[in-house]
């Protein structure tokens, strides 16, 4: 499957639930999840994320391991998510900066 990574907190920018044929996205305060189980592993959101943090989970950075056990955890509570909402309004000033993982909100 693929992953959503660190840098999707704070930005969530969501283009790339316009484009998910499988309808595979989750969505919480400020991070969106990929379930495992509904994703089909056809790359066509990768491009899609302004802050490049979609990986499909064979290529994540060694510091993005632990996404893959959160992506699956999150999507099994939150709601989906199928259309496209403005980002946060600050979106863009958190695009980049790291160690974000203990601002996720769940
Ligand atoms: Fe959806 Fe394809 Fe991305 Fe999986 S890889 S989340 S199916 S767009
Ligand atoms: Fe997050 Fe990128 Fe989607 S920032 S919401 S994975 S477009």
Same mark, same amino acid.
């Given at each position: 499957? !693929?992953?959503? $990574? #660190? ?15 499988? /309808?595979? !996205?989750? #969505? ?9 189980? /509904?994703? =089909? ?16 989970? /064979? #290529? ?7 996404? $893959? ?8 509570? @939150?709601?989906? =998510? ?6 946060? /309004?600050?979106?863009?000033? @958190?695009?980049?900066?790291a160690n974000?993982?203990?601002? =996720? #909100? $769940?």
């Amino acid at each position: 499957a !693929f992953v959503v $990574t #660190e840098n999707c907190i704070k930005c969530k920018y969501t283009d790339c639930v316009a484009v998910c044929p499988a /309808d595979a !996205f989750y #969505e919480g305060p400020n991070f969106l999840a990929i379930s495992p189980i /509904d994703c =089909i592993d056809c790359g066509l959101c990768v491009p899609e994320c302004p802050a490049e943090a979609i990986y499909q989970e /064979d #290529e994540l950075p060694e510091d993005q391991k632990e996404f $893959t056990e959160l992506n699956a955890e999150l999507a099994l509570v @939150w709601p989906r =998510i199928v259309e496209v909402k403005p980002a946060p /309004d600050e979106a863009d000033q @958190w695009n980049g900066v790291a160690n974000k993982l203990k601002l =996720i #909100e $769940t």
